[in-house]
């Protein structure tokens, strides 16, 4: 069995979810929150957190395996569908950009925020995400949906285990051309600049998203699937694989390894059985994953951090923060549909 489209979403709001624990938490919490356990010198929120590294391999993954299973349905209309999906997540990101930025900004009277007519105009078109530091990945997955075409049609040509070594070795070199901020002053022209990184965040995370392909075209979850079917006590042995990779991440501390944690977890969370409760909990959260994306920066760090992290401890903190980020998301998704309703 392959990976479900309501599997898919649940993957997504998960990657969200340690999206924020990540940004919270992978710190130093001295003067900031209150840890109450702690392994050695770190408290285990950190531990956590680092594992937590992989959301953008998970979503990435999640991108890739969804279109590419639009592209195998239909690939004649592949492109004219891809233009829409890209509508509709410009006019979400839109309303956010008018809300946080330009709204919220102007009244607190925020340095920067909105900032010169420029600066707003290179975020607006997501060209340059000065305004909130998770929005890089939305301009790596609009050149994902526009340039889609071109890799899900290379992979049908070229040799699976050569085309995944080249992406591989184009992942670690990107990996620490960003790093080391390689486009910094690169050259004299800022516009070339900005290009320069765009691709460099691009091309750092084409592997996490063929990945995706790869694992639909040749399906990789109905082969881990068979090995867990006749597994007694599957979620045990399960949650205490996922903990081993939390303990391995903490091992080899290095980002470089996400994308391998990642693709071990997507797995994984495959093939538990969730309860009830805890699936209802995951469907409510799916139509706010991509607005606790592209908001929750703004509480935790740019506009509210005082706020946030006033209430001390990690699981209250990380609680109060899905709750606004929910909560802001109830509101644009009301214009949202609103605006949808009027552009068709």
Request: hydrophobic share 55%; aromatic share 22%.
């Amino acid at each position: 069995m392959e990976i479900s489209i309501k599997q898919s979403n649940h993957l997504k709001v998960v990657a969200i979810l340690m999206m924020l624990c990540l940004h919270l938490f992978n710190r130093g919490h001295k003067g900031l929150f209150e840890p109450l356990l702690f392994i050695g010198k770190h408290p285990i929120s950190f531990y956590v957190s680092l594992f937590c590294d992989a959301c953008v391999p998970i979503f990435a993954f999640v991108s890739g395996y969804g279109l590419y299973y639009k592209y195998q349905q239909n690939r004649t209309v592949y492109s004219g569908e891809n233009f829409i999906r890209l509508k509709k997540l410009y006019i979400n990101y839109w309303i956010v950009v008018l809300i946080f930025p330009v709204i919220v900004g102007f009244i607190l009277h925020y340095p920067g925020y909105p900032g010169t007519m420029k600066k707003f105009v290179e975020n607006f078109i997501g060209f340059k995400t000065s305004y909130n530091g998770a929005w890089w990945f939305f301009t790596t997955y609009v050149i994902f949906v526009l340039s889609s075409n071109f890799w899900f049609k290379l992979m049908q040509k070229l040799n699976p285990f050569l085309y995944l070594i080249i992406l591989f070795f184009v992942y670690v070199i990107c990996f620490y051309l960003r790093l080391n901020e390689f486009w910094e002053r690169r050259t004299t022209f800022e516009i070339l600049n900005v290009v320069i990184e765009n691709l460099t965040y691009f091309f750092c995370t084409l592997f996490q998203f063929m990945l995706g392909a790869f694992a639909l075209k040749y399906k990789w979850n109905t082969l881990v699937s068979s090995l867990f079917k006749k597994i007694k006590f599957k979620n045990t042995i399960i949650f205490i694989l996922i903990l081993g990779l939390v303990v391995a991440h903490a091992i080899v501390p290095n980002f470089i390894i996400a994308p391998f944690t990642g693709l071990c977890f997507i797995f994984l969370f495959c093939q538990l059985d969730l309860n009830k409760s805890l699936s209802k909990g995951l469907d409510f959260l799916v139509p706010h994953s991509t607005n606790m994306w592209l908001t929750h920066m703004f509480f935790y760090m740019i506009f509210f951090p005082g706020f946030i992290y006033s209430f001390r401890y990690p699981i209250i903190i990380f609680f109060v923060l899905v709750l606004l980020c929910v909560g802001s998301s109830f509101i644009i998704n009301f214009f949202n549909h609103k605006l949808l309703k009027i552009i068709k």
